[in-house]
């Protein structure tokens, strides 16, 4: 079983588009998280729900909005799509808040022309 | 502001002999380390983590870093590399109480060469 599954694995899409990806996890954390890896492989944190409530935004576009319907799914939605927006999107859980180790999904890589 | 530093982008090391990958950080508070691998198209993958205790961390692999607080460091290290254990590594930081936010390095892509 996959602990943290991520869906679509891969997106192609046009510039203006609006699309969604969807996280699950099946380990029974109370903490979700988005994160972006640009070209660079650089990772950076967008969001994090725990409970289903929002404890982090980092300064990201209000083109990107997630929602948390149970603990279990954390879902991303972006609207009118940039260039610069392709990446790889990676979906995180962890137990809690505290110095807990984060699990990772396989990452979507979206690209969009 | 906290940050995390790995400043090699790439090592390079023979099989079967000892890797070290560099980690330094910067952080206010009592800093909580962590090194994570990346394989091609894949996931990252938790290795190990420092929270307190014994500066000498044992993870997955048989791979170990060393906690040092006078230079600031967490050095991934394995005594012999496999040509398996060519990958991306990224250390992060997080600052305790901080919500669990991580604090990612830039990466350092490990090629072990037969």
């Known amino acids: 079983d996959t602990a943290v599954s991520q869906t679509p694995k891969y997106l192609v899409t046009q510039m203006g588009n609006d699309k969604s990806i969807k996280c699950e996890q099946n380990l029974g954390h109370d903490t979700m998280y988005w994160y972006k890896q640009d070209s660079k492989k650089f990772l950076k944190i967008m969001f994090s729900y725990n409970n289903k409530e929002l404890i982090i935004n980092e300064t990201v576009p209000n083109r990107f909005s997630p929602k948390s319907p149970d603990k279990a799914h954390l879902n991303l939605h972006i609207n009118s799509l940039e260039l610069g927006d392709s990446a790889v999107y990676f979906c995180?859980?962890?137990?809690?808040?505290?110095?807990?180790?984060?699990?990772f999904g396989p990452g979507t890589r979206l690209l969009v022309l | 502001a906290q940050s995390v530093a790995q400043p090699e982008d790439q090592v390079n090391v023979a099989e079967g002999n000892p890797l070290t990958v560099k980690c330094t950080y910067s952080?206010?508070?009592?800093?909580?380390l962590f090194w994570y691998v990346q394989y091609p198209n894949r996931g990252l993958q938790f290795l190990l983590k420092?929270?307190?205790?014994?500066?000498l961390v044992k993870g997955s692999y048989g791979f170990e870093a060393e906690f040092n607080k006078s230079q600031t460091s967490f050095h991934l290290k394995k005594p012999s590399a496999l040509v398996s254990d060519s990958a991306l590594y990224f250390c992060?930081?997080?600052?305790?109480?901080?919500?669990?936010?991580?604090?990612f390095g830039s990466g350092t892509k490990l090629n072990v060469k037969p």
């Open positions: 992060a930081v997080q600052r305790g109480n901080n919500f669990n936010k991580f604090y």
């Open positions: 420092y929270i307190t205790g014994d500066n």
């Open positions: 952080v206010s508070g009592n800093p909580y």
């Open positions: 995180a859980s962890s137990q809690g808040t505290g110095q807990e180790t984060q699990y």
